[in-house]
């Protein structure tokens, strides 16, 4: 990521670009976060391909992350029409996480 998509504008602007837009917060530091971010990336990819995916590094974006109130690696926001939905934390279960985002994405695309 260049540095101008790691100010808040770029990405106030990247959640009103997109009708719904999941954002992975963490930093590249993170064993957890680093792990994690290929296979949420791949859900969003094959599961919910009308959403967009954008990686929050914390350390690049920290007024963004706070902006937010995003203090914890990893974290996971889903947005729709600029609201949010959905908000996981730190241990985040892969199943867990589909199936919520699956329940928002029926009624915000189906």
């Not at 790691?6 to 976060?33: M, P, R, W």
């Not at 926001?77 to 996981?88: A, C, I, T």
């Amino acid at each position: 990521m260049g540095s101008a998509e790691n100010n808040k504008n770029y990405f106030d602007q990247q959640l009103k670009e997109h009708k719904g837009i999941l954002l992975y917060f963490a930093t590249l530091s993170c064993s957890v976060g680093e792990a994690l971010e290929p296979k949420v990336r791949s859900l969003v990819r094959e599961k919910f391909p009308k959403l967009a995916f954008t990686f929050v590094d914390m350390n690049t974006a920290p007024e963004f992350a706070a902006a937010q109130q995003v203090f914890a690696e990893p974290t996971i926001l889903l947005f729709v029409d600029g609201r949010e939905y959905l908000r996981k934390s730190r241990h985040i279960g892969l199943q867990e996480l589909e199936m919520g985002i699956e329940r928002i994405y029926q009624l915000a695309f189906e």
